[in-house]
């Protein structure tokens, strides 16, 4: 059964190079969609799955492959102006404005549909949507189909829209006839879809096409408002968006807030996964990409050009179901020009599960904890590595500091001998001299004694975070200093300062379920 969607068939994947079109491979494919068959081929938006948009068989197939709801309307592709009115009638007069500046382009528009075009490609509705896309590879393909090519996005119903080949092959291998190869896409999210029907014209789907484009060209236009915001009870204008779209299968949150809000928070959330052994990724941008230490960091691109991240949107989220992320948490964008896009598919991916940044960046009362002692070449480093391994219910960045530090000098070696006694090590430390960048509202500064903390004290402003060790437990232990002494005194240092860490991890613990 050539195109039976029970039967699996053979896929067959034909690269093909946008700078010189193998005429014999669109003719081929070309002719798989005018005898009702279904190719995939890469539009300037994302890839479509083609079919012949006046064939209802064809339309049927379509939503079998894809596993799509059949009242999800696909769009209809055309490569010429022409093509519009034999598919659409009562085009009203804007069109023709909006076609001249966007048109071949990622901008879809929505007419009522001639008798043209039959109800299983417009999912039942009276309307019909129109795109002519701008890619030539699509352009040739829907001339040599006849003119009129359905394309929805060419993946699995649910599943993020696909970019390269790779990702359609990913869904679709087995379910169609052919698949057009011709690398990754340019935009990465579908286009924007405009309701004609309505006056003004009304943007059902956000996309490259922004409103402030559009309105320079025809002046004021609507937004359906359940286009961004939370789960809205309203369903929207567009059938497609009412369904749970473009999401990776592990549970996306969005992070909302200012950007260093939003890192903190993530990171927080990132440590506290990792704690309880869970595989957890970050949707990050080329700015804040470093600021991660635990879970599978995506770069998505940079900020300071949100085409990149809407490029790259889709295939992140794929790449976090190939490594079988369980939750992923994702900064937010900025809701202008194509991060309104952005920003509309984030959310249907997470199924408008976001979260505000600031209230979990405020359990945290300290991000780093200083260890000061005289020459950081003792005590110091031990109390640091020692609080690098307890359990800790947030992440603090620990590090030893000296108040007389001349120049870079390793661990003393007595001291990294009984380190290595109880399975740590010094090695590689170096000293670091205190000093004033140190002094941060979120920095805890512990003194190895009085001395230490009241030359602090007395040379710095803004010294609230600074204490001695056993003052900040309330302890009276003092913690002997072992310089110049044989390595018992080192032992003996080392088992108290053992003690007062485990006291400081308990009392680090209770700050941040809220115990203060
Ligand atoms: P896709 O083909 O995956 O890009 O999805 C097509 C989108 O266009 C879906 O969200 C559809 O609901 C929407 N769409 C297509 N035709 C119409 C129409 N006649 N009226 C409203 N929305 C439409
Ligand atoms: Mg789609």
């Given amino acids: ?38 190719v995939a081929f890469p539009t300037e938006t994302v890839y479509g799955l083609g079919a012949n948009a006046l064939d209802e068989e064809a339309a049927k197939k379509t939503y079998a492959a894809k596993g799509r709801p059949s009242d999800n309307p696909l769009i209809v592709h ?6 519009l009115e034999e598919i659409a009638v009562n085009i009203p007069p804007e069109t023709e404005e909006l076609a001249f500046h966007f048109w071949p382009g990622p901008l879809t528009m929505i007419f009522e549909k001639s008798e043209k075009v039959p109800y299983g490609t417009t999912g039942g509705l009276d309307t019909v949507a129109v795109r002519m896309p701008s890619d030539l590879i699509a352009r040739e393909l829907i001339l040599a189909a006849g003119g009129f090519v359905s394309a929805p996005s060419a993946n699995t119903s649910g599943r993020p829209s696909p970019t390269t080949a790779e990702h359609v092959r ?9 698949i057009l190869d011709g690398g990754s896409v340019d935009i990465g999210l579908e286009s924007t879809i405009l309701d004609m029907t309505v006056t003004p ?15 320079k060209v025809i002046g004021p236009v609507s937004v359906d408002e359940t286009i961004l915001g939370s789960e809205s009870e309203q369903a929207p204008k567009a059938p497609g968006m009412k369904y749970r779209h473009y999401a990776p299968k592990a549970k996306l949150t969005i992070v909302e807030g ?6 903190l928070a993530i990171r927080q959330l990132a440590y506290a996964a990792f704690r309880e052994g869970k595989n957890v990724g970050i949707i990050a941008t080329n700015e804040t990409e470093k600021f991660y230490t635990h879970g599978l960091v995506k770069n998505i691109g940079t900020r300071e050009n949100e085409k990149t991240i809407a490029r790259n949107l889709y295939a992140v989220l794929r790449e976090f179901d190939e490594e079988e992320v369980e939750a992923i948490y994702s900064e937010s964008f900025a809701i202008q020009g194509i991060g309104n896009a952005i920003m509309n598919r984030l959310e249907k991916a997470a199924g408008h599960t976001r979260i505000a940044a600031a209230p979990i960046v405020e359990q945290q009362k300290y991000r780093r904890v200083i260890f000061l002692s005289n020459t950081d070449t003792s005590r110091g480093p031990m109390a640091a590595e020692l609080l ?28 990294e001998a009984i380190m290595k006694s109880g399975q740590m090590t010094l090695e590689g430390h170096s000293s670091v001299a205190f000093a004033e960048e140190d002094m941060q509202e979120d920095t805890l500064i512990l003194a190895m004694d ?53 006291k400081l991890t308990n009392k680090l613990n209770a700050f941040t379920k809220g115990g203060e």
């Fill in 258 to 263: 200012t950007l260093r809000e939003e890192v």
């Fill in 78 to 83: 055309i490569a010429d102006i022409q093509a």
């Fill in 1 to 38: 059964m050539k195109n039976g969607i029970m039967d699996p068939m053979k896929t067959i994947i034909k690269k093909i190079d946008v700078n010189q079109i193998d005429e014999t491979v669109i003719s081929e494919a070309g002719s798989i969609l005018k005898q009702g068959g279904l």
């Fill in 170 to 178: 990913e869904d679709l291998d087995g379910k169609i006839e052919m």
């Fill in 450 to 502: 009085e001395g230490q903390k009241s030359k602090v004290v007395s040379e710095y402003e803004n010294t609230k975070n600074v204490y001695t060790l056993n003052e900040f437990l309330e302890d009276d232990t003092q913690i002997p200093n072992p310089y110049g002494q044989p390595l018992t005194a080192y032992g003996e240092c080392y088992e108290i300062l053992m003690k007062l860490i485990e």
């Fill in 201 to 215: 014209p009304m943007i059902l789907r956000p996309g490259a096409i922004t409103a402030d484009m559009l309105e």
């Fill in 388 to 415: 690098k391994h307890q359990d800790l219910v947030q992440e603090y960045a620990i590090d030893s500091r000296g108040l007389i530090v001349l120049f870079p000098e390793p661990a003393n070696q007595k001291a």
